[in-house]
């Protein structure tokens, strides 16, 4: 029986797909999905977090900054930039008043990022922690802040 030029086309794309798919599946190119957060992470960045905030909470933001890193020397100056404003919208923003956590991104399994919201009486700002985790121990990797979220919210589904 012969194979018209259409279908043996189509047949030899689809074997090759097959072949290309079982290739990568069988050496473990095809990375897992993993969970909007993972059932380990979760229980073990949320104490992680609060100590952080306990430390904003008291004005203490240089020893919440501390436990931040280590800053790469290429990183260090925009670290500082980030410190000097964390420092001036503490001084402006007005007492602390808790915090929010918005939620997470599942970078890998050993990188997370937990979005916060933290209050303050003029102003929410949203603070951005990168968590790693080394020998089964999350320790915070970098930090971020935001006070202008419109791109987070415009990714945020409207609701009544």
């Not at 290309?20 to 979760?42: D, G, K, Q, W």
């Not at 964390?86 to 918005?102: R, T, V």
């Amino acid at each position: 029986m012969k194979i018209p030029n259409a279908r043996r086309a189509i047949l030899t794309i689809a074997i090759m797909f097959s072949a290309v798919f079982s290739l990568f599946a069988t050496h473990n190119y095809c990375p897992a999905v993993e969970p909007a957060v993972s059932a380990i992470a979760r229980p073990a960045l949320e104490p992680k977090v609060t100590e952080l905030l306990d430390l904003i909470g008291a004005g203490r933001v240089d020893a919440m900054l501390d436990r931040i890193g280590p800053i790469p020397d290429r990183e260090r100056n925009a670290f500082e930039g980030t410190r000097q404003l964390l420092i001036n919208l503490y001084g402006n923003s007005g007492k602390y008043g808790g915090f929010d956590i918005a939620g997470y991104k599942v970078l890998t399994p050993r990188f997370q990022i937990a979005y916060v919201l933290v209050y303050f009486d003029k102003r929410p700002i949203l603070f951005e922690f990168g968590f790693y985790r080394v020998n089964d121990i999350w320790r915070p990797q970098t930090f971020a802040l935001e006070t202008n979220f419109k791109a987070l919210l415009d990714t945020l589904p409207m609701q009544r």
